[in-house]
């Protein structure tokens, strides 16, 4: 099993700027994708941006150029840098881990965290 704890989350206003982090524990070894999702009321949640275990980075249209996840392989965490924030990007952000066993796929989810952005 893998535990992901979240932190960062707050309220900013347009424009401004804000960083998530989320730190694995557990067994971790097998972890490959790391990434974060979000989920606005009344929305499905959405992928936002992921990293794997090789580096390579995916982002969701909405956010490139605003956003950037990186990963500290040695400390299990993952980050998410915000820039230019807009109202739209006020969600729950739930970090996620995927890891590989037995060839299966399981995921994991943090508990969340709340970016509001407004005024």
């Known amino acids: 099993q893998v535990q992901l704890v979240e932190s960062g989350g707050g309220l900013v206003q347009p424009g401004g700027s804000l960083s998530l982090s989320c730190a694995a524990s557990?067994?971790?070894?097998?972890?490959?994708?790391m990434g974060w999702y979000r989920q606005a009321p009344g929305k499905q949640r959405e992928l936002v941006a992921g990293?794997?275990?090789?580096?390579?980075?995916d982002y969701a249209d909405s956010v490139k150029d605003r956003f950037t996840i990186s990963r500290n392989y040695a400390k299990n965490t993952v980050y998410l840098r915000m820039n230019n924030l807009n109202p739209e990007d006020t969600a729950v952000y739930y970090c996620?881990?995927?890891?590989?066993?037995?060839?299966?796929?399981?995921?994991?989810w943090g508990q969340g965290t709340q970016v509001t952005v407004s005024s």
């Open positions: 996620n881990a995927d890891d590989i066993v037995g060839g299966l796929v399981r995921r994991y």
């Open positions: 557990g067994n971790t070894r097998n972890i490959n994708v």
């Open positions: 990293i794997s275990s090789a580096g390579s980075t």
